[in-house]
């Protein structure tokens, strides 16, 4: 039981690049979770998907896309990255509400020069 | 949109309580108030989550007044490895019903 997955843990673009952050629950949970950690700031939360087959936005979703690919997956998608979204990038679970207690990945690691 | 206060760090030694206070207002009325924990490079880990009064678990106490517009994570007798970031968790009581972390507090304790 791995819990809350990520992929990579670590990544650097350039000024334009795309990527595609993975996550993934072994939990059978509903509600997943994309939130981003910049210092000073706290998480914030991106998007999130209260099911499978529903994505919602957060507090910061500019400049962002995600997909729900089924229930044990949901992905972060930068179209074309900016400095600004240097930042280390946590996925959640839940197993229903998010007011529940979420469970987090061990992040990722994003540095856009 | 909600918003929450927390200290931005607190020293404590090794065997004394300490005390935590997240301030948070417009929050869901109906909704939990939840506290985190992270230590570096890692992901955060729930602590203890209550919707009014007092909530204990083997880690934590928190205290919720009446007005719910504050929120005290109690950690009984700490010790080094508590040293981490403690976060507070609110809903926003607007109809979105975003989530909102507090800015964190370092804990650093000494021996």
């Known amino acids: 039981n791995a819990g809350v997955t990520q992929t990579p843990k670590f990544q650097v673009l350039k000024t334009g690049q795309s990527m595609t952050l993975q996550c993934a629950q072994d939990?059978?949970?509903?509600?997943m979770y994309w939130y981003r950690q910049d210092p000073g700031m706290g998480l914030r939360l991106i998007y999130y998907?209260?099911?499978?087959?529903?994505?919602d936005k957060g507090e910061v979703p500019n400049g962002y896309n995600v997909s729900r690919l089924n229930k044990r997956e949901f992905s972060l998608r930068l179209e074309s990255a900016a400095p600004s979204q240097t930042s280390v990038y946590f996925c959640?679970?839940?197993?229903?509400?998010?007011?529940?207690?979420?469970?987090f990945g061990p992040g990722t690691r994003l540095l856009v020069l | 949109l909600a918003k929450t206060t927390q200290p931005i760090s607190m020293d404590s030694y090794e065997g004394q309580e300490v005390n935590i206070t997240c301030s948070h207002n417009?929050?869901?009325?109906?909704?939990?108030i939840t506290w985190y924990q992270q230590f570096p490079s890692q992901g955060p880990r729930f602590i203890i989550q209550?919707?009014?009064t007092k909530v204990t678990n083997e880690v934590a106490s928190l205290f919720i007044p009446a007005d719910r517009k504050s929120s005290t994570l109690s950690l009984p007798r700490v010790s080094l490895s508590d040293t981490a970031v403690y976060y507070c968790?609110?809903?926003?009581?607007?109809?979105?019903?975003?989530?909102?972390f507090g800015q964190g507090t370092t804990l650093q304790v000494k021996p």
């Open positions: 998907s209260a099911s499978e087959g529903t994505t």
């Open positions: 939990m059978n949970h509903n509600s």
């Open positions: 209550g919707y009014k």
């Open positions: 959640a679970s839940s197993e229903e509400a998010p007011q529940e207690t979420q469970y």
């Open positions: 417009n929050i869901a009325t109906n909704d939990y």
């Open positions: 968790l609110v809903v926003d009581s607007s109809n979105t019903g975003k989530l909102i």
